[in-house]
């Protein structure tokens, strides 16, 4: 009786959560399937394409810059990740393993930080923008994203679940604290790392708002504004929108495909002996 109440009980658990997993993806499904349809289809009545055609996918790609857009993109979102990482780690290492007046203080403000919304600072971050020079840049672009709260907060949990004996070890094989910080705990936080990566990517490819207040010179767009622009000139044609949306969001798909498999947690303290 017991094991008929719990089969019927995981078959409504996984049913719930394939009609959540159906209903999620159904706008993405119904992208896809109206990239492929042909002109003399309708997208709304007919749900699968009768006549698939990349022809939409070769207008788009032909017609305007989306080779441009994509390099755009892929050069902001790289450079945005690498630098995050970077100054992230540097700020979290001492706030999670240093000993200094202030720090909690410090790591309390940093934290304060991500209630504040961006809509807020937009307007003195532009201004520093244009008065560093950098508007209608790629470095105007990642300006806002060098360093982020949640990622400080991320890393600096990662770095306190370090075994403290590696970073002893290093201290008596007389490594230094910078040397600490990239030979012992760089690779000991690698899932956390590979986390906060695919975070900052997907923000930084899928953002809108900034680079529209930041640039207006077309050769600079990225490609969620390629796609605004896309959808002002075409009059609509759901089919061209589809086309480029789905250019858009491969390669996040691809990127997540790729790295998924480096967020499992490993063991930092296996190297460790009792």
Known sequence: ???????????????????????????????????????????????????PTWENF?????????????????????????LNLLFCSLA????????????DSIFAAVIATIMIPFQIVMIPLYILTVQLGLRNTYLGVIFPSLASAFGIFLLRQAFQGVPKEL???????????????WHIMIPSIRPALVTLAIF???????????????LDRPEYYTLPLGVA?????????????AAGSIISIVPVILLFVFLQRYIIPTETGSGVKG
Not at 200 to 213: E, M, N, Q
């Open 200 to 214: 900052v990517f997907i923000g930084s490819w899928s953002d809108f708002l900034w680079p529209l207040i930041v």
């Open 1 to 51: 009786m017991m094991n008929q109440k719990s089969l019927i009980q995981r078959f409504g658990l996984y049913l719930l959560l394939t009609v959540i997993a159906v209903a999620m993806l159904f706008p993405l499904l119904w992208l896809l399937s109206t990239a492929f349809k042909s002109p003399n289809e309708d997208i709304f009545t007919t749900w699968l394409p009768t006549q």
């Open 167 to 181: 970073e002893e070890a290093a201290r008596i094989d007389g490594c230094s604290e910078l040397g600490i910080w």
């Open 92 to 103: 979290a290492y001492p706030l999670a393993r240093l000993n200094f007046w202030g720090r």
């Open 58 to 82: 070769r207008i788009v790609w032909q017609t305007y810059p989306f080779g441009r857009y994509l390099g755009n993109s892929t050069l902001i979102a790289v450079l945005t990740v690498g």
């Open 229 to 241: 622009k896309l959808a002002s000139a075409l009059d609509l044609d759901w089919r061209l929108i």
